[in-house]
């Protein structure tokens, strides 16, 4: 019996993705001994934070690195560090920036919720948020345009929930940024690269530890040694109240360590989703396939389109039917609107498709 159930929580099966709202991921036995031994431990936490730093600057080619508590705090901080570097007056008055360089440009098509908003981030850092563009269409000129002398940085959103199309890439952004000689920083929260936009010259890029790393809830920023050093210093400020604690630094450095070591799944998650659309296809009202993830990332989830006229139920009441049971089961909802579940494998354990298609079977059929 797991822990969440002997405490008289209802039992969840996964297959969202690695949502904050449901945890994130389940570490390894590695990542959990790390978690209880340094809970059962102390540290110099300063000693620890710069240790950290220099593991996520090897698992990622950057020249250092900032453990944070997770990708949201990760924003925060990396703002308030191209603003106020490593000046302890200007970290104290984080997040009141009036009167400093305090501009972070961002496409308005990334300007996006994820589970809460991108811009109170950038604001909780002391940032004002300039958007260029509009919501389908964002040119060069936009960015070109709105830089200005408080301009602070640019920072580029990697996200699913994301605009995927009229946006700037990152390499124009990053070049936009380069040449007019500001930080260019990019959001990867769930990014499963961690090195690429390191390769690709960013100057800070921020990643989520409970995500596709799998590790505790936590979160990384990586980049140039200078930034790195404002990030940490932002402890001493805004970051306080988002302090990473020695469980989640063990944690995510057991995490980092383990993860060279992972190897790709496409062709298991492929098998597993072609099973459990080959059960769910027999049922009169539901189609299913095998999509690859929006923003591209090597997750193959099973798409299922619920037709309410031929299946008696919508997709909206059949989502909620399945929330609602003990185990609860969790559905990627985020096209809901127009009939579209989807099933993400990577979190599921072993057998649970067959759970999920055995429950959509009972509750379309009525029975």
């Not at 710069?50 to 990760?74: L, M, Q, R, Y």
Request: net charge negative.
């Amino acid at each position: 019996m797991g822990i969440f159930k002997q405490l008289g929580l209802r039992e969840i099966i996964n297959a969202s993705g690695k949502m904050t709202a449901l945890g994130a991921s389940a570490v390894t036995d590695e990542i959990a001994q790390a978690l209880k031994d340094a809970a059962q431990d102390y540290v110099d936490i300063d000693e620890l934070m710069e240790f950290t730093g220099k593991v996520i600057a090897e698992s990622t080619g950057a020249e250092d690195g900032c453990p944070t508590c997770g990708a949201a705090a990760g924003i925060a901080i990396s703002t308030a560090a191209v603003i106020a570097g490593e000046n302890l007056s200007l970290i104290e008055r984080i997040p009141n920036t009036a009167g400093l360089r305090n501009e972070i440009i961002v496409q308005k098509g990334q300007l996006v919720h994820f589970g809460a908003s991108i811009e109170q981030m950038i604001q909780i850092g002391g940032g004002h948020v300039v958007e260029v563009g509009q919501a389908n269409k964002v040119e060069q000129a936009h960015m070109e345009q709105a830089i200005t002398e408080n301009t602070a940085a640019l920072l580029y959103v990697k996200s699913h929930h994301a605009v995927q199309k009229g946006m700037q890439s990152i390499e124009v952004m990053m070049e936009v940024a380069q040449r007019n000689g500001l930080p260019f920083i990019i959001d990867a929260a769930a990014e499963e690269d961690f090195q690429k936009y390191i390769t690709m010259g960013a100057d800070i890029v921020i990643y989520s530890g409970g995500k596709a790393l799998e590790g505790p809830t936590s979160g990384l920023i990586c980049g140039k040694k200078e930034w790195m050093e404002a990030c940490r210093m932002q402890y001493k400020g805004v970051g306080r109240p988002m302090k990473v604690g020695k469980e989640a630094m063990a944690g995510l450095i057991t995490a980092l360590r383990q993860y060279p070591l992972r190897t790709s799944n496409g062709e298991q998650q492929i098998a597993r989703m072609t099973h459990l659309c080959n059960r769910l296809e027999a049922i009169a009202g539901l189609a299913c396939s095998i999509k690859q993830d929006e923003a591209g990332r090597e997750i193959y989830r099973a798409q299922i389109q619920v037709d309410e006229q031929r299946a008696g139920i919508s997709a909206e009441k059949l989502l909620h039917l399945l929330e609602v049971g003990n185990p609860a089961i969790y559905l990627r909802h985020h096209y809901v609107n127009v009939g579209i579940l989807s099933v993400d494998p990577r979190p599921l354990l072993e057998g649970q498709e067959d759970i999920i298609a055995d429950e959509i079977i009972r509750i379309v059929k009525g029975e």
